[in-house]
């Protein structure tokens, strides 16, 4: 078994494993198939697909049995408020990140302020600030108000979502 | 409550491949070999169709030491649907190309 076969294999391997016990059935017959896959990059590329298979067959049990769990035989209502709840939550991050904005032009335009601290300020005020003010307001909000603490978490994930690409881009 | 069969070009495909041998039961890699889809693509075909019901799975009793291997059948219900899917797909340019002749 060549190196690339057999790092393909042990990647599907741990996949197949990990996945759910419906899955796992689906992982085991993909890996047993790959030993009758001709030629080792054709066998890599069956792996990748199969792992795409497991990992998005596991991602979407996963959120329909949190759907289930969460929202399933409740009223009508119970699921309003909680979906008011979590956008309340994304709406509270959203503020929160305005408020950062307003402080940070603010500050830029101030007369004592150094330019040459910009992007710091950029940083600290625009990331960092409304990150932990999401993470600490999450942490407080998480047993009485979860949905708004989901809310609040979204808000922060997309907020690092957006800097990282930010980043990436204007390296 | 089940979903709806997702009726992909690719599905019909697969199904194709399996009425041209609706007796026997095939392996995945054969089919892909066959539709030359790949595993990213057949196999969550495969999926839908055991969850439909239109696909019956069993494991090839091998020897000892030698792992089995899964193998694929379409059930009753699964040969009369997708004789009807693929037939009602190879009518569609057909129903294109009489409806452009007329026009």
Same mark, same amino acid.
């Given at each position: 078994?060549?190196?690339?076969?057999?790092?393909?294999?042990?990647?599907?391997?741990?996949?197949?494993?990990?996945?759910?016990?419906?899955?796992?059935?689906w992982?085991?017959a993909m890996?047993?198939e790959m030993?009758f896959v001709e030629g080792?990059?054709e066998a890599l590329l069956w792996a990748l697909g199969s792992i795409t298979v497991l990992?998005r067959n596991?991602?979407?049990?996963?959120?329909?049995?949190?759907?289930?769990?969460?929202?399933?035989?409740?009223?009508?209502?119970?699921?309003?408020?909680?979906?008011?709840?979590?956008?309340?939550?994304? *709406?509270?991050?959203?503020?929160?990140?305005?408020?950062?904005?307003?402080?940070? %032009?603010? *500050? %830029?335009?101030?007369?004592?302020?150094?330019?040459?601290?910009?992007? *710091?300020?950029?940083?600290?005020?625009?990331? %960092? %600030?409304?990150?932990?003010?999401?993470?600490?307001?999450?942490?407080? *909000?998480?047993?009485?108000?979860?949905?708004?603490?989901?809310?609040?978490?979204?808000?922060?994930?997309?907020?690092?979502?957006?800097?990282?690409?930010?980043?990436?881009?204007?390296? | 409550?089940?979903?709806?069969l997702r009726l992909s070009p690719q599905t019909i495909q697969v199904l194709g491949a399996f009425l041209a041998a609706?007796?026997?039961?095939r392996y995945g890699y054969d089919i892909s070999r066959d539709t030359g889809l790949k595993s990213g693509t057949l196999y969550p075909i495969l999926m839908r169709l055991s969850?439909?019901?239109l696909l019956?799975?069993?494991?090839?009793?091998?020897?000892?030491?030698?792992?089995?291997?899964h193998m694929y059948?379409l059930?009753?219900?699964?040969?009369?649907?997708a004789?009807?899917h693929v037939?009602?797909w190879?009518?569609?340019?057909?129903?294109?190309?009489?409806?452009?002749?007329?026009?």
């Amino acid at each position: 078994m060549s190196a690339i076969r057999r790092a393909a294999w042990r990647l599907l391997n741990r996949m197949a494993q990990q996945a759910t016990p419906e899955t796992r059935t689906w992982g085991s017959a993909m890996l047993r198939e790959m030993d009758f896959v001709e030629g080792n990059w054709e066998a890599l590329l069956w792996a990748l697909g199969s792992i795409t298979v497991l990992g998005r067959n596991s991602i979407s049990r996963g959120l329909r049995s949190w759907f289930d769990r969460n929202f399933s035989g409740r009223s009508s209502r119970t699921m309003t408020a909680r979906i008011t709840s979590l956008a309340s939550g994304i *709406l509270i991050g959203a503020a929160v990140l305005a408020v950062c904005i307003v402080a940070f %032009v603010s *500050l %830029v335009h101030a007369s004592w302020f150094e330019p040459a601290y910009g992007k *710091l300020a950029d940083r600290l005020l625009i990331v %960092v %600030v409304p990150e932990t003010i999401y993470l600490a307001g999450a942490l407080a *909000l998480w047993r009485q108000r979860k949905p708004m603490a989901v809310g609040v978490l979204v808000a922060g994930v997309i907020l690092i979502a957006h800097a990282a690409m930010h980043f990436i881009t204007h390296r | 409550m089940r979903r709806r069969l997702r009726l992909s070009p690719q599905t019909i495909q697969v199904l194709g491949a399996f009425l041209a041998a609706h007796k026997s039961w095939r392996y995945g890699y054969d089919i892909s070999r066959d539709t030359g889809l790949k595993s990213g693509t057949l196999y969550p075909i495969l999926m839908r169709l055991s969850e439909h019901k239109l696909l019956e799975t069993s494991w090839e009793a091998t020897a000892a030491g030698t792992p089995p291997r899964h193998m694929y059948r379409l059930t009753r219900e699964g040969v009369c649907s997708a004789r009807e899917h693929v037939r009602s797909w190879s009518m569609r340019p057909q129903r294109a190309a009489v409806s452009g002749a007329r026009n």
